[in-house]
């Protein structure tokens, strides 16, 4: 495996005096990524803004293509919760769904999720 | 089937920005057909989002991707556009100054003077599953549509997923099949609940298998299945002798055969320029989120706005010898007679 380790945006910045709270992709080969997240954005779009690989994302964000699949780290998803019936419905339409597994275009960022790890697969269905 | 149709524009994708281009080629007498690999228009609009709400249409606060679809349609009525949906087009070639001849999947040739490309992210096309070699057996023994159900005649089959089409080729196939089983990862479905019901009254009876777990592995030799393993949710593994598999899982973007037009691509987008939205190629023009130029943004308004000038250039490969005139529908009644509203 590989484990280079990229952290990406790491620095000072701030909104509203409050720091950013950072979440922490892992790629399926291993390379994990550090990012500043903004609170009310997706874990989806923090992904895309940051260029994390293993996130396609195709319907942008409406909770109806399963192409921005992860799987939340186990310490982490009693914290995450569990996906709502509409985006249970919409997981039997990706690959290899774990318990864990969430669409991360229905994770919005908050303060509580400061240090947020979630692993990216290797395949989306394209 | 070996059918040629001839007309003035042949637009590929009939999503939102291909419906526009109708109505701004019709504005100038350009007929047109437009094909999608969709049974049904509006593209992602229709696929991806129909109840979620679009803000950024200039003029109209609020509109769903059906809603938007509906009324492109109505906009569009005046001129008669025809429609090839459920296919594909294969194969674009230039056949001479102002001349294309474009072919479908479904055996359709048409003969036009310009195309459009529409497509959008490319084509929807089935979700293949991450199974190791499924490759192999696709179009063998690994099926995403039904073309024909005495295919599966007597045949024992594994369906694969939770939506309706899961549970209508369930249902249908059910009684010609010699075993079914239903493979799904969780033991609720999504589908309409009359479906699940039949589903569930035939397990009960039966009449055929529900797993609940996700297909893993294939065996078989020269594309032919003899059994799928399956992983249940507490992680036991089960073996599943069947002679097809039907996975249904949705439908993603791949690009599809655009790559091969011979058309000039960049990041699978094709380059155009500005004042047209031409491709390297005359005649052939690329509008919505498929193109790219400085500046491009995947909106649809961005595409409305390329439709309209891509049309007057488009109106030079169809009337060469006429001159266009520049007119408002507001106040021209030539263009009013067009809409049918003078």
């Known amino acids: 495996m590989n484990m280079a380790e990229h952290d990406d945006a790491v620095g000072l910045q701030r909104v509203n005096g409050a720091p950013m709270p950072k979440i922490i992709f892992i790629e399926h080969d291993g390379t994990r990524h550090t990012v500043e997240a903004e609170i009310g954005a997706t874990v989806m779009e923090?992904?895309?803004?940051?260029?994390?690989?293993?996130?396609?994302?195709?319907?942008?964000?409406?909770?109806?293509?399963?192409?921005?699949?992860?799987?939340?780290?186990?310490?982490?998803s009693p914290i995450v919760g569990p996906p709502s019936p509409e985006e249970e419905a919409m997981l039997d339409s990706a690959f290899e769904v774990k318990p864990t597994s969430r669409l991360s275009c229905q994770i919005k960022v908050t303060a509580a999720l400061d240090g947020l790890i979630v692993h990216t697969p290797a395949y989306q269905g394209r | 089937m070996n059918e040629t149709i001839k007309t003035d524009v042949v637009i590929i994708g009939a999503?939102?920005?291909g419906l526009f281009a109708v109505f701004e080629l019709g504005l100038l007498d350009i007929k047109?057909?437009?094909?999608?690999?969709?049974?049904?228009v509006g593209g992602q609009c229709a696929e991806l989002y129909p109840e979620k709400p679009i803000y950024d249409i200039p003029g109209i606060p609020y509109i769903t991707g059906q809603g938007l679809t509906q009324a492109l349609m109505e906009q569009i009525k005046p001129f008669k556009p025809t429609f090839h949906l459920g296919e594909m087009v294969?194969?674009?070639?230039?056949?001479?100054?102002?001349?294309?001849?474009?072919?479908?999947?479904?055996?359709?040739?048409?003969?036009?003077?310009?195309?459009?490309?529409?497509?959008?992210?490319?084509?929807?096309?089935?979700?293949?599953?991450?199974?190791?070699?499924?490759?192999?057996?696709?179009?063998?023994?690994?099926?995403?549509?039904?073309?024909?159900?005495?295919?599966?005649?007597?045949?024992?089959?594994?369906?694969?997923?939770?939506?309706?089409?899961?549970?209508?080729?369930?249902l249908n196939l059910q009684p010609i099949a010699r075993r079914l089983t239903l493979v799904h990862r969780r033991n609720e479905f999504r589908g309409a609940p009359d479906s699940v019901n039949k589903m569930r009254a035939l397990v009960a009876s039966g009449g055929m298998d529900l797993k609940i777990g996700q297909v893993t592995a294939l065996e078989g030799a020269d594309g032919m299945l003899a059994a799928a393993t399956v992983k249940g949710a507490d992680g036991s593994l089960s073996r599943v002798e069947c002679d097809a598999m039907l996975p249904f899982f949705g439908l993603t973007m791949r690009l599809g055969p655009v790559a091969q037009w011979g058309v000039k691509m960049e990041n699978e987008l094709i380059p155009v320029d500005t004042a047209a939205f031409e491709s390297n190629i005359p005649g052939l023009f690329a509008i919505g989120d498929i193109n790219t130029y400085p500046g491009k943004l995947k909106l649809i308004l961005s595409g409305f706005h390329e439709a309209a000038l891509m049309a007057q250039k488009a109106y030079r490969y169809v009337y060469p010898d006429k001159k266009l005139v520049f007119q408002y529908t507001t106040s021209s009644t030539s263009l009013q007679k067009k809409l049918g509203v003078a």
């Open chain 1, 46 to 76: 923090t992904a895309l803004r940051n260029d994390i690989g293993g996130i396609v994302a195709e319907c942008g964000g409406s909770c109806t293509c399963a192409t921005c699949l992860v799987h939340v780290d186990e310490t982490w």
């Open chain 2, 90 to 170: 294969t194969t674009v070639e230039k056949t001479g100054e102002a001349a294309f001849r474009v072919g479908t999947d479904a055996g359709k040739t048409f003969e036009c003077k310009a195309v459009v490309v529409a497509a959008g992210g490319g084509s929807f096309q089935p979700k293949r599953p991450p199974i190791d070699g499924i490759e192999a057996y696709e179009e063998k023994s690994v099926f995403y549509a039904v073309r024909k159900m005495e295919h599966f005649r007597d045949k024992r089959l594994l369906v694969v997923g939770g939506g309706d089409s899961a549970l209508d080729w369930t």
């Open chain 2, 32 to 40: 047109a057909h437009l094909v999608d690999i969709l049974d049904k």
């Open chain 2, 15 to 17: 999503g939102p920005v």
